[in-house]
């Protein structure tokens, strides 16, 4: 009985510090946004946010997942009649999309799409950060499993803890085992639950990548916004497709 009460205690103090270190770790990434965004005219609006983030996709080419693990389900990626997101969320799409217009950013994305073909240990990932207001970039940290050696992690990734306190806009990982990754465009079903675990201040933007083909690919936001009384909610987890791009 003992035991079982001291067990009981333990798994309730784990819970409230797992929840106390994701709401520092929420508060945290709002005021590294906020910091770079709050004098822009387009980011701080929500209204004309969301005008250009439409403009913007429909004016791109877009590739959906069509395969889920073994079932064949198809998500709703359309923004933003199925996908209301809370202002954070567009903040930082709105930011992803702006990039995608630079050439560089895009042959940046390809040299680290070529790197997650290279590599059989692991999927390539990290965390989207500022260089300066409105200029991101995408930094590469290893897997966790990576140091493993071991070909099963090839279709996953694990950002360390100690990266992970960092002050971010997002997590990014990519979907390129091989060039030709179309049908895998997007999340996958664990991505999708992987954003629901972080309870219970809800909050995590990720961005995937996808290598549709060579010189190719995909990218998508997934995420997830649940602070209720704060911000306007979208709750559960949102997919958008931002579009396919091309690089050199
Ligand atoms: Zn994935």
């Known amino acids: 009985m003992k035991k079982l009460l001291l067990l009981l205690l333990l798994s309730i103090i784990s819970i409230i510090c797992i929840s106390q270190m994701s709401k520092d770790r929420r508060d945290k990434n709002q005021k590294y946004l906020d910091n770079y965004t709050a004098t822009n005219k387009i980011l701080s609006n929500d209204v004309i946010l969301q005008e250009k983030i439409i403009q913007i996709l429909n004016s791109k080419e877009h ?11 198809v998500f709703n990626e359309s923004y933003p009649a199925a996908n209301p997101l809370s202002k954070y969320q567009n903040q930082i799409i709105y930011l992803m999309l702006i990039n995608l217009r630079d050439t560089s950013f895009c042959n940046t994305i390809g040299k ?5 073909v290279e590599n059989i240990y692991s999927e390539c990932g990290g965390i989207v950060l500022f260089t300066t207001h409105n200029k991101i970039y995408l930094k590469c940290i290893k897997s966790l499993m990576e140091n493993l050696y071991d070909e099963d992690f090839n279709d996953s990734y694990y950002l360390p803890e100690k990266e992970d ?24 079903l ?29 990218i998508d936001y997934y995420g997830i916004d649940m602070r209720f009384g704060e911000i306007k909610v979208s709750r559960g987890v949102k997919i958008v497709d931002l579009g396919v791009y091309t690089y050199k």
């Open 63 to 73: 590739c959906y997942r069509v395969i889920y693990g073994d079932s064949v389900r």
């Open 112 to 116: 680290i799409i070529k790197c997650d």
């Open 165 to 188: 306190t960092l002050p971010k806009i997002a997590y990014f990982h990519l979907h390129a085992t091989t060039y030709n990754e179309d049908l895998y465009a997007g999340p996958s």
């Open 190 to 218: 664990l991505d999708l639950l992987h954003s629901l675990f972080i309870l219970p201040n809800n909050m995590t933007n990720e961005f995937v990548i996808t290598s549709i083909e060579k010189g190719k690919f995909n």
